[in-house]
């Protein structure tokens, strides 16, 4: 995996030559026409010190009452993960564009999974509570789109946008270590846990997810304050993002490692940023924002798959993964 360090330094690099690439700046005092839109518009920016978390349950009260519901639940808090961001957009004809951008982390190893068990007693006990560290190879995604430009403001103050196209995004967790934080007796033959457990330094789980939005909608917006400032919002949604997860117990001898268990599942997903953009030359910009990713399901499935017997699927009660944080890039027009 490509260090920080490293990734850092190419990303300068890219700058470096956006800013080599744009034609010299003209006079200040020429006003540019901001209803002639550029052909070609690049992009390389960075989401700095993004939050992310990926939280999911199951049901499996409907095999044996005395389980909880939910009777697992996992939860994996991740933070200071950067992700560098690049993008693209073609400008055809007098209002059409496409649009596509992909970002993938640099940096994705301080977090914590805690993993709580539950059963029926007393309306719903806990059980059982396990910390370990979150590491692994990170979070990916990509978005393609092809929009209208819909609306021109008067006097040349900015413009609306409406988009539709899909997205991918992928995140990998790695627990690493097992802690027993809480452990109180189950009374159900093999729900148990040990008290005071602790296994450092071995990987414990691997969990991939996968989400694909088919069919996302939304818009773009800019609004021009001065010659050299504008403002902007972008958000999209979608009603149908499908959700797969592979995911992986190395410490279990009786599941499959192939995965251990699985998930499917179909829910809905939510982009949106807000952020500001001035003008350095009038061909590069320098941007900054905020924004927020979030899919969410809400119907799914969970199934086991044990060594030398049938696997057994029940509900999923929840998946859910959000990302979000403060962004900051440079945009060249050509």
Known sequence: MIGAGQMQTRVCSVIALMCLMVPAAPSRGQDPELQVRPRVELSVGSWLNTTGETTWSHDASGLDPRLGNPTSKLTYNDNH???????GRLNFGRRGFLQ???????????????????????????????????????????NLNIGSRAVEFPQAR????VFGGLQYWRTKYEATGVRQVVCNPSGIPDVSCTPNF???GVLAISNTTHWFTPIQVGFNTEYRVT???????????????ILYNEDVHHL????????SFSMWGVGVSANAGAGVKVMLTRYLALTGGYRVMWNRTYTGTWENHPIGSGSVTVPLSEFQTIRHGVLIGLTGSF
């Open 100 to 142: 596509a951008d992909g970002g993938f982390s640099v940096s994705f190893n301080q977090g914590l999974l805690v993993d709580d068990d539950y059963t029926a007693g007393g309306g719903q006990q806990l059980f059982s509570q396990t910390h370990s560290d979150v590491t692994g190879s990170g979070t990916q995604y990509v």
């Open 158 to 161: 900015g413009y609306l946008d």
């Open 252 to 259: 279990r001898s009786d599941l499959q490692q192939d995965p």
């Open 227 to 241: 010659r050299d400032l504008s403002v902007d919002l972008k958000a999209s949604v979608s009603p149908i993002s």
């Open 81 to 87: 993960t950067y992700i560098i961001e690049l993008g």
């Open 198 to 200: 602790n296994l450092p």
